[in-house]
């Protein structure tokens, strides 16, 4: 797709505005973006992909993926479902306080994640408001249920906010065929609407999923950090970093940095399927 | 307007509908009816409530007041998915991840048809509709026109009580709507559904209706044929907004239409009182500027006058004729081709009006004038 958007010819012999634009681009880029992650690979593989590869499959360092992998996909399991169903409530119904209610689930993007970590613990930690009233064996900080709390919290906005306005610019003769056709809601919702929304909760997933993969500013609070039990990948990262093992940390941050493109370059390369009819 | 017959008689009736908006009166005593295998067209401007009355039946909108009975049932309170009508909307609302095939299917499937009977249904109306190589292919890869025929198609699937046409030629361009709307009538007088149109396109109205209502602010002003309403429209509202027309004020004396030196024998149909003012509509293509050689029975002499303007409109000429009346702006005349070239015409000449068909309507703005007047 071009994404020249004029065709209008300001000189009359070379143009030197693109080539220098697009360079001025490349070049604040550079050290900003472009190098950092390049330093992640060079360094990583920088010893040898023996090296590299006895790093990665550390029985610590497998833990760590896996927690990630597994608590994000709870997180972003429940965003999703319940993003949507935000999404659908706030654009099919006006209510007094509406507006209201679209902030408070975006607000979680402007919070710094250190803050909701605390304000978790504040909550579910073993002397917070609601924490006091469980029992010792009932805790949920310190265990995996704290990190998929935390991951939730982060990233509550952004599946609702990919899905919303696909919902508010969606046609609502659509539902008002299926209805006089006989549909129920529920079967409008399901037949019509859910499939024309499959591009929007595709995007909202991964998003969600990537961000819940990276997070670690909560995490770090509420987890506890604790190898082989409540250690994510960025956690393990940041704990190897800190015992000056470079290379171990390297590994992961390798594995997350890839990881991390290939969910952004399915977002951007299948764009068109993503977007609705 | 609403003819003595029981519902029952009727595919659709619609009693006393009434619509408010807040403090706004959208829609004020609707009352028609469809025969089973009649189009009625409702013809009216954006904003006269046509919108409003399809949304009423097919049971998307409620109704303030009044009833809407389909086939003998009252249906007003019922939901709309319960209610069965079938609404080809303005934009087809086609679902864009469902094939031609499965789009139709939708209907019966939600009522549990057995698979069987829903193959057959989908067979015989995509032949119906000409689809048949188009079965697999989804909204996106259809015309205007293809779209139009799914949406329809779909509608009947499930049998309805009444079809219910949002401005379906809207979207098309005019080649394609003038082919596509014979076609649609054609198709309708077939399968013998009650339809009913909404458009603000006259001519739409006139070749699609077997009676058109016509809409004014919320307002049923006139119901019948077309040639009806085209005809003999009641209000001043029909004449004009349905064709062009020409309107000369004056005032019924000794039985007769006269206004300054413009005397007209009108028929007996008419029951005006001696003085009461009104208003002459013409027609363009009813009045002549030279007397017919076969001279027809009706023709009368209106005055002379003087040629303003032509334009050559394709199929016939406009002439702008200034009458030999004061305070009068050109009156528009049309004349079919053979009449432009056995009598052609300049700018400038002067030429004699007459008419051989013309409507009387009461002219109520001035006769609330005159009865003000003599009041005070």
């Known amino acids: 797709m071009s994404a020249n958007l004029s065709g209008v010819r300001h000189t009359h012999g070379r143009d030197i505005v693109k080539p220098l634009s697009v360079a001025v681009l490349i070049a604040v880029m550079l050290p900003l973006v472009l190098l950092p992650l390049a330093s992640i690979f060079i360094f990583g593989t920088s010893t040898g992909l023996a090296s590299f590869w006895k790093s990665l499959t550390a029985p610590e360092a497998v833990f760590a993926l896996k927690l990630s992998m597994v608590t994000s996909f709870w997180a972003t399991g429940f965003n999703v479902v319940f993003g949507l169903f935000a999404a659908y409530v706030l654009a099919k119904y006006t209510f007094w306080g509406r507006n209201a209610v679209i902030v408070l689930i975006s607000i979680p993007t402007a919070i710094p994640t250190a803050v909701a970590g605390f304000a978790l613990l504040l909550l579910w930690g073993p002397y917070g408001l609601l924490g006091q009233y469980l029992s010792e064996d009932n805790q949920i900080m310190f265990t995996p249920y704290a990190i998929i709390l935390a991951n939730i919290f982060v990233t509550f906005p952004l599946a609702f906010g990919v899905i919303m306005p696909v919902l508010e610019t969606m046609s609502r003769s659509l539902e008002e065929a299926s209805a006089t056709m006989g549909a129920t809601r529920w079967q409008t919702f399901w037949h019509v609407t859910l499939p024309s929304l499959r591009g929007a909760i595709v995007g909202g997933a991964l998003l969600t999923f990537a961000r819940s993969v990276g997070e670690f500013g909560s995490t770090i609070l509420v987890s506890g950090n604790l190898a082989n039990r409540t250690q994510t990948a960025p956690l393990y990262i940041f704990a190897k970093f800190n015992e000056g093992q470079v290379e171990a940390a390297n590994a992961i941050a390798i594995v997350l940095a890839l990881f991390s493109f290939a969910i952004f370059s399915v977002l951007f390369f299948a764009r068109d399927w993503l977007e609705t009819d | ?376």
Request: net charge neutral.
């Open chain 2, 1 to 376: 307007m609403i003819e003595s017959r029981s519902n029952n008689d009727f595919a659709v009736s619609i009693r006393d509908i009434t619509k408010r908006f807040g403090e706004t009166t959208v829609l004020e005593d609707i009352n028609f009816d469809v025969a089973e295998d009649e189009i009625v067209v409702l013809l009216g401007a954006s904003g006269s409530g046509k919108t409003t009355i399809l949304r009423i039946i097919s049971g998307l909108e409620m109704p303030g007041a009044g009833q809407i009975i389909l086939h003998g049932k009252d249906v007003t309170n019922i939901p709309a998915r319960i209610r069965g009508t079938g609404v080809i909307f303005q934009s087809y609302a086609l679902f864009p991840k469902m094939n031609v095939a499965q789009n139709i299917a939708f209907g019966l499937k939600l009522r549990r048809k057995p698979k069987a009977d829903i193959k057959q249904t989908i067979d015989r109306l995509v032949e119906l509709v000409h689809l048949e190589e188009h079965r697999t292919k989804y909204p996106s890869q259809l015309s205007g026109g293809q779209q139009q025929r799914v949406a329809i198609a779909r509608a009947l699937a499930y049998e309805p009580e009444v079809l219910l046409f949002d401005e379906p030629f809207g979207a098309l361009d005019a080649q394609i709507r003038t082919k596509l709307r014979r076609e649609i009538r054609t198709l309708l007088k077939e399968i013998k559904v009650p339809s009913i149109f909404i458009t603000h396109d006259q001519e739409e109205a006139l070749e699609l209706g077997d009676r058109i209502a016509v809409l004014n602010a919320g307002r049923i002003e006139q119901i019948g044929t077309p040639f009806e309403v085209y005809t003999k429209p009641s209000t001043e509202y029909v004449a004009t907004f349905l064709g062009a027309a020409n309107l000369l004020d004056g005032n019924i004396r000794n039985g007769k239409f006269e206004s300054r030196e413009i005397t007209l024998e009108i028929d007996d149909e008419y029951e005006f009182k001696d003085g009461q003012p009104v208003k002459l509509v013409l027609r363009p293509e009813d009045i002549f500027l030279r007397k017919p050689e076969n001279l027809m029975q009706h023709y009368q002499k209106l005055t002379e006058g003087v040629i303003e303007e032509l334009s050559f409109v394709g199929a016939f000429e406009r002439v702008g004729v200034r009458l030999n009346m004061p305070d009068n702006a050109p009156i528009v005349v049309t004349r079919p081709k053979t009449e432009t070239a056995a009598f052609p015409l300049q700018p400038g000449r002067e030429v004699t009006v007459g008419v051989v068909r013309f409507r009387i309507l009461p002219d109520l703005a001035r006769t609330r004038e005159h009865v003000q007047r003599a009041a005070s």
